[in-house]
């Protein structure tokens, strides 16, 4: 049997975080508030509960160009409605877009998520605070 010496070496990795651990927080609807809004235009049909929209694991960000902004919010695991796209809104009337990427932990914003099509189309008016995801490390996922 031959031997081959090879000269000991180490190799060390760098850790580089990605998109998903420097973009990382929560926003829960504050079914409360939200329930009033929906009745104070009619729409109480809509309702709010604690465990889908009320969850803040339910609302999930965006980052589809790797630039550390988020682009887009969707809702998910909802009551069988599947995947539902969520639009920001300056403030509680809902009626100017607001943009997603300017939104920072702290904010309370408001947005609403659609299902359905036609007659059968419902809309939810959704309002809550971003929050950390870990608190005292809001990088951490």
């Given at each position: 049997m031959k031997r081959i010496y090879?000269?000991?070496m180490a190799c060390s990795e760098e850790f580089m975080?990605?998109?998903?651990v420097a973009v990382c927080w929560g926003v829960a609807c504050e079914v409360g508030p939200?329930?009033?809004y929906e009745a104070s235009i009619h729409n109480s049909a809509q309702d709010h509960r604690?465990?889908?929209c009320g969850t803040p694991g339910h609302q999930w960000l965006t980052d589809s160009d790797n630039n550390n902004v988020a682009e887009s919010m969707s809702e998910i695991n909802t009551d069988g409605l599947g995947t539902l796209a969520c639009t920001?809104?300056?403030?509680g009337t809902y009626k100017q877009r607001g943009d997603?990427?300017?939104v920072e932990?702290?904010?309370?914003?408001y947005w609403t998520t659609s299902a359905g099509s036609g007659w059968d189309r419902r809309t939810w008016h959704h309002q809550g605070w971003v929050t950390?995801?870990?608190p005292g490390h809001p990088n951490r996922s």
């Open positions: 090879e000269t000991p975080p990605n998109e998903y939200a329930n009033n604690s465990e889908y920001i809104y300056t403030d997603i990427s300017e932990v702290g904010d309370y914003i950390e995801t870990t």
